[in-house]
T-cell receptor, first 112, second 113 residues
Framework: DTAVSQTPKYLVTQMGNDKSIKCEQN?????MYWYKQDSKKFLKIMFS???????INETVPNRFSPKSPDKAHLNLHINSLELGDSAVYFC???????????FGSGTRLTVV | GENVEQHPSTLSVQEGDSAVIKCTYS??????FPWYKQELGKRPQLIID?????GEKKDQRIAVTLNKTAKHFSLHITETQPEDSAVYFC????????????FGAGTRLAVHP
């Protein structure tokens, strides 16, 4: 039973396309996150939802739009993909304040 | 906002030696400091964490120390093994930040047999 699962694991697409990444957690956590890991391995937060409510929205281009249909799911839709969007995107979840994250296995996005 | 600096960026040790990775943070109100291990092509995994009311925590071969006055915390790995080779990330939780973790840039640890 995978605690935090993401699909797809790999995504190769052309510039200008629109794509979505899906994330589901079966841990019963109330908070979910999207992090971007660039080629230098730096992990940067993009968004966070708590019980379907957007609570963190970092300086991310409007082309990125998260959606949380329920507290167990957090999806990321990206419009008009650019070369610089190539990265590994990690979903994560946590429960409560001051709690560690459980990360998903990541989605490696390559824009060509 | 919070800023976390991590040193060194790479660390190479012989099997059996100890390894120490250090992080400093900027927000004195930060109160939770986890450490993650990321093996090649895998997800980051929580290996140990410490809260601001504790100065040291140990779990078998790994330990974390926190100096709130100096705003730095360190990861100590003793008796290193080749399977400890990975990228290690420190993080700090920003006070009032909805459990938002700010990560350091990572340390690539290589343990040579």
């Amino acid at each position: 039973d995978t605690a935090v699962s993401q699909t797809p694991k790999y995504l190769v697409t052309q510039m200008g396309n629109d794509k979505s990444i899906k994330c589901e957690q079966n841990l019963g956590h109330d908070t979910m996150y999207w992090y971007k890991q660039d080629s230098k391995k730096f992990l940067k937060i993009m968004f966070s939802y708590n019980n379907k409510e957007l609570i963190i929205n970092e300086t991310v281009p409007n082309r990125f739009s998260p959606k949380s249909p329920d507290k167990a799911h957090l999806n990321l839709h990206i419009n008009s993909l650019e070369l610089g969007d190539s990265a590994v995107y990690f979903c994560a979840s946590s429960q409560g304040e001051g709690a560690g994250y459980t990360f998903g296995s990541g989605t490696r996005l390559t824009v060509v | 906002g919070e800023n976390v600096e991590q040193h060194p960026s790479t660390l190479s040790v012989q099997e059996g030696d100890s390894a120490v990775i250090k992080c400093t943070y900027s927000d004195s109100a930060s109160n939770y400091f986890p450490w993650y291990k990321q093996e090649l092509g895998k997800r980051p995994q929580l290996i140990i964490d410490i809260r601001s009311n504790v100065g040291e925590k140990k779990d078998q071969r790994i330990a974390v120390t926190l100096n709130k006055t100096a705003k730095h915390f360190s990861l100590h790995i003793t008796e290193t093994q080749p399977e400890d080779s990975a990228v290690y990330f420190c993080a700090a939780r920003q006070e009032g930040g909805y459990n938002k973790l700010i990560f350091g840039a990572g340390t690539r640890l290589a343990v040579h047999p």
